[in-house]
C-alpha cells in the first residue's frame, strides 16, 4: 500500500530556509501519469497548493509562492524535497506531500502531514 | 490564482441531504471537467470524495455525488451522518499546470 511520510525540523526560525522531505514506501510515484506535490494549511485554515514536480523533472509552483519556492527530487528517488527561503510567521503551516494524478488531475494519496511553526 | 469560492458554512439534519458550491472562473471549474473534492475531519489529512466532478473513488459512500454548471461545481451528501460533519474542500485544474482549492466549507449535523 503506497505510503507517504513528511519529515524535517519543526521549528524554524524567521529568515531561514523552511526543509522537508517526503519519503515514498509501498509504491512509485516517479512516472506519467504521476506527480509529486506539496500544500500546506496554515493553523484554522484552508489548503493552499504550494507545487509539483513532474515525471520529467520540470516543476509548477504556486506563483504567490514562487519566488521562495523550491521542489525537487531527492538522490534516493524514493523521496523528494521541498525548500521554502526567507520564511515569516505567515509560513507556519501543516505540510502535506501527496501524490497528484495527472489527467483526472487529483490528489488521491497523502502523507499524514507534518507541522511546522516559524519562531525565534 | 485566486482560491476557489466555497460558502463558509453548511448544516442539515441527520437523513436529510445537504448541497454546498464551489464558484471559479472560465479559466478553472469552468474550462476543464477536472473538479475534485475533499473531506477534512478535525486535526485528520484530507481524504478524496469525488473526482473529474463525479466520480468516486473506491469505498467512498455513494451519498457523496457532484455535479458542475458552468463555472460552479457542487458537492451533495445525501442521506447526512454524524460522520459526514467535516470540512469539505474543492479544487479544480487551472490550466497550465496550476491547481487551485476553494476556500472550504464547514458541514455541521444538527
Known amino acids: 500500500q503506497l505510503q507517504l511520510q513528511e519529515s524535517g525540523p519543526g521549528l524554524v526560525k524567521p529568515s531561514e530556509t523552511l526543509s522537508l522531505t517526503c519519503t515514498v514506501s509501498?509504491?512509485?510515484?516517479?512516472?506519467?501519469?504521476?506527480?509529486r506535490g506539496w500544500i500546506r494549511q496554515p493553523p484554522g485554515k484552508g489548503l493552499e497548493y504550494i507545487g509539483s514536480?513532474?515525471?520529467?523533472?520540470?516543476?509548477y509552483y504556486n506563483p504567490s509562492l514562487k519566488s521562495r519556492v523550491t521542489i525537487y527530487e531527492d538522490t534516493s528517488k524514493n523521496s523528494f524535497s521541498l525548500r521554502l527561503s526567507s520564511v515569516t510567521a505567515a509560513d507556519t503551516a501543516v505540510y502535506y506531500c501527496?501524490?497528484?494524478?495527472?489527467?483526472?488531475?487529483?490528489?488521491?494519496?497523502w502523507g499524514q502531514g507534518t507541522l511546522v511553526t516559524v519562531s525565534s | 490564482q485566486s482560491a476557489l469560492t466555497q460558502p463558509p458554512s453548511a448544516s442539515g439534519s441527520p437523513g436529510q441531504s445537504v448541497t454546498f458550491s464551489c464558484t471559479g472562473t472560465?479559466?478553472?471549474?469552468?474550462?476543464?471537467?477536472?473538479v475534485s473534492w475533499y473531506q477534512q475531519h478535525p486535526g485528520k489529512v484530507p481524504k478524496l470524495i469525488i473526482y473529474?466532478?463525479?466520480k468516486r473513488p473506491s469505498g467512498v459512500p455513494d451519498r457523496f455525488s457532484g455535479s458542475k454548471s458552468g463555472n460552479t461545481a457542487s458537492l451533495t451528501v445525501s442521506g447526512l451522518q454524524a460522520e459526514d460533519e467535516a470540512d469539505y474542500y474543492c479544487?479544480?485544474?487551472?490550466?497550465?499546470?496550476?491547481?487551485?482549492f476553494g476556500s472550504g466549507t464547514k458541514v455541521t449535523v444538527l
Open positions: 501527496a501524490r497528484y494524478v495527472r489527467y483526472s488531475d487529483r490528489l488521491d494519496t
Open positions: 509501498g509504491g512509485s510515484i516517479t512516472g506519467d501519469p504521476y506527480f
Open positions: 514536480l513532474f515525471y520529467n523533472g520540470a516543476t
Open positions: 472560465s479559466s478553472d471549474v469552468g474550462g476543464y471537467n477536472l
Open positions: 473529474d466532478v463525479a
Open positions: 479544487a479544480s485544474y487551472g490550466g497550465d499546470n496550476t491547481y487551485v
